[in-house]
């Protein structure tokens, strides 16, 4: 009898766990693809922060998955500022500047592809670890300058010409995904059926980047923080 009320109560308690368990599997395996939304902020390190201040990023992307595994291709949009207005150190010989940067800040779009696994995961968060290439490119305008005397004889710098430039990078990035879960459902789908899983993304990363036409060419990482919604819809077997 003992064993009976024993085997009993041991059914009660790890029967729920074993439930929410195979739950989390479940939402979890097979293939899945959805869509992340977010914004962050990141910081220069190294000889780039000599040429560069800290600055907001917007991120979207697509996120492909088939159980533990993961492919995310994230877009990022920010505008990092500018610390030396005349970054291709271009002078006269009087050491006056001949060109100076027609904007305060430049405008720079990244796209990354990064390769992730899941190595832990539960009914409400899991931790992917990511890494891959990222490429990235700056924009902004040059203001060609000219010096002429006034009427009072002093030379005072015009500006002669305006030029769109740009400057790309390649570089290795990493980051660590937290998804933590909001909610989800089931959703049929023809004869089959999907889980739908919203959730918040929360992803530090490291990337690096490098100009090496600056003068002087400025390189390093730039470290930041990124918050995102995350949307994913799962192929399952209910």
């Given at each position: ?163 769109d430039v ?63 919604y995350s ?8």
């Amino acid at each position: 009898m003992k064993r009976t009320l024993l085997l009993l109560m041991a059914m009660l308690v790890l029967t729920p766990a074993a439930m929410r368990a195979q739950d989390s599997e479940s939402i979890y395996s097979g293939w899945g693809a959805g869509i992340q939304l977010g914004a962050g902020a990141m910081l220069p390190t190294g000889s780039l922060a000599d040429g560069f201040k800290a600055c907001a990023l917007f991120t979207g992307g697509l996120t492909v998955e088939y159980s533990r595994a993961r492919l995310k291709i994230d877009l990022t949009y920010s505008q990092p500022s500018f610390k030396n207005d005349n970054p291709y150190a271009i002078y006269d010989d009087q050491g006056r500047n001949l060109q100076l940067n027609g904007t305060a800040s430049s405008t720079s779009l990244g796209v990354s592809f990064q390769l992730g696994y899941t190595v832990w995961q539960s009914g409400k968060m899991r931790v992917t670890p990511c890494v891959g290439v990222n490429f990235n490119r700056l924009n902004w305008d040059i203001n060609h300058i000219k010096w002429e005397a006034d009427e009072q004889g002093d030379d005072k710098p015009l500006i002669d010409d305006v030029t769109d430039v740009h400057e790309s990078s390649t570089g290795l990035t990493a980051s660590v995904d937290f998804d933590i879960r909001l909610g989800g459902k089931f959703v049929d789908i023809g004869s089959g059926s999907s889980h739908y899983t919203s959730s918040v993304r929360v992803t530090p990363f490291i990337t690096h980047a490098g100009y090496s036409n600056l003068s002087p060419s400025v390189k390093g990482n730039w470290i930041g923080l990124a918050v995102s919604y995350s949307g994913l819809f799962r192929l399952i077997s209910r």
